[in-house]
């Protein structure tokens, strides 16, 4: 309710006119690195989004306690360049890390028994220094064929010997 103009007001009670905002103009959506579509970008490097990827790391963790290492190789090195590859193809199916997830990336880079001689000394070279470089696990994970990433462990397990250089892209790149 309005004050009446005959009652007594100190100057801070009275009524003041408020600050008008001016309307804003139109909005683009044209900065640079802009998102302009509603899937995220996708590519050799740009890595593959997923959820609880840290219960994925204990997962690697469990099944490198089954790995077996070639001289010279480091657990640490194929923890991390399995958990890049598990991760991927976790995230390719929208879903956490399972435990299969892992299986599957040491199965298809040879860290379990029965691999191929030719996949752990093509392997060797890829895997040197992946516990402390990011780019090289990203090359790891970014290294494993679509077609791959859709098998199930077992699949591979039983295919490794004939197929791990089209599953691995190694048909295409020669070892980092």
């Known amino acids: 309710m309005a004050q009446p103009d005959f009652v007594p007001i100190i100057t801070t009670d009275r009524v003041r006119p408020s600050n008008r905002l001016s309307i804003p103009g139109p909005w683009r959506q044209d900065r640079p690195a802009e998102q302009v579509s509603l899937r995220p970008p996708n590519g050799a490097g740009l890595g ?3 959820s609880d990827l ?11 306690e089954r790995a077996v290492l070639a001289e010279g190789e480091h657990l640490a090195d194929a923890i991390a ?3 890049s590859s598990g991760s991927r193809r976790s995230s390719h199916f929208h879903r956490s890390p399972v435990i299969y997830d892992m299986d599957w990336a040491f199965t298809l880079w040879g860290f379990l028994p029965g691999a191929p001689e030719d996949l ?3 392997r060797r070279p890829i895997f040197v220094g992946a516990d402390h470089e990011y ?3 990203r090359a790891i994970a970014d290294m494993a064929t679509e077609q791959a990433l859709r098998l199930p462990p077992a699949e591979v ?4 010997a004939t197929n791990w250089r089209k599953w691995t892209g190694a ?3 020669l070892p980092a």
């Not at 840290?54 to 490198?64: Q, S, T, W």
């Not at 397990?157 to 490794?160: M, P």
């Open 48 to 50: 593959a989004t997923g």
């Open 157 to 160: 397990r039983d295919g490794l």
């Open 54 to 64: 840290g219960f994925g790391l204990k997962l690697a963790k469990r099944v490198a």
């Open 135 to 137: 780019s090289r696990q």
């Open 171 to 173: 048909t295409n790149r």
């Open 120 to 122: 752990v000394s093509y």
């Open 81 to 83: 360049g399995c958990f």
